[in-house]
């Protein structure tokens, strides 16, 4: 089975801090994404990673950057964190083929205070 | 640009019983997926089920079918005999075939399994 692991389930944070959530998986997948979940939006696509220091924004990059050095890892930055940032942030990787679904991790629900 | 819509923002069911969510979406291309997402209260969203918009054929996972209306672009989700482990939000979402990664995922129902 594939593994999605996000380095912290709970996150608080101050304003105006840098803040790095890490995603790592263990099925050598080629793409990589971090989504932004917030009730009544469903999931919003902040970046996604189709290869190693491959980026593409996604819906909604404003105030987000993210990292790609390794194929297993991605990292979502906030550079300058605000109070508008609170969310659940939620990492998916999926293989190349087109028909396979995204596998998950368990979300890192980030509190700006 | 798809869009995915959920018109339902919680449904409940009663246990043993069926339930349909309804999904519906918008897009110009005619070769895509959909998907049928899960998501507990634990949060690790999981797949429930697909369906290629090639196939005809409905698909179908043990208790979960879904009626795919391609002309109406709808594509709902039944689960039927229902059980309190069904309790979740379910997200419905699309996929182009031809361009991208990406998935666009509708707002999600919150469905309550009674006793």
């Known amino acids: 089975d594939v593994k999605v692991t996000q380095s912290s389930r709970y996150l608080v944070k101050r304003t105006g801090e840098k803040v790095f959530l890490e995603c790592v998986q263990d099925m050598d997948h080629e793409n990589m994404f971090w989504y932004r979940q917030d009730p009544g939006l469903g999931l919003r696509l902040i970046y996604f990673?189709?290869?190693?220091?491959?980026?593409e924004k996604g819906d909604i990059p404003e105030g987000y950057s993210v990292s790609r050095e390794k194929k297993e890892r991605f990292s979502l930055i906030l550079e300058s964190a605000s109070t508008n940032q609170t969310s659940m942030y939620l990492c998916?990787?999926?293989?190349?083929?087109?028909?396979?679904?995204?596998?998950f991790g368990d979300g890192t629900r980030l509190s700006i205070l | 640009a798809q869009t995915v819509t959920q018109s339902q923002p919680e449904m409940s069911v009663q246990e043993a019983e069926t339930v349909t969510l309804s999904c519906t979406y918008d897009?110009?291309?005619?070769?895509?997926?959909l998907f049928w997402y899960k998501q507990p209260p634990s949060r690790q969203m999981i797949l429930v089920i697909r369906q290629e918009a090639y196939k005809q054929q409905n698909a179908t996972e043990n208790r979960f079918s879904v009626n795919f209306q391609k002309a109406a672009k709808s594509f709902s989700l039944k689960i039927s005999d229902s059980q309190l482990g069904d309790a979740a939000m379910y997200f419905c979402a699309y996929r182009s075939r031809n361009y991208g990664q990406n998935f666009v995922f509708g707002p999600g129902t919150r469905l309550s399994v009674l006793p």
């Open positions: 897009t110009s291309e005619s070769d895509y997926y």
């Open positions: 998916a990787s999926l293989a190349e083929l087109s028909n396979q679904p995204q596998h």
């Open positions: 990673s189709y290869d190693v220091k491959m980026k």
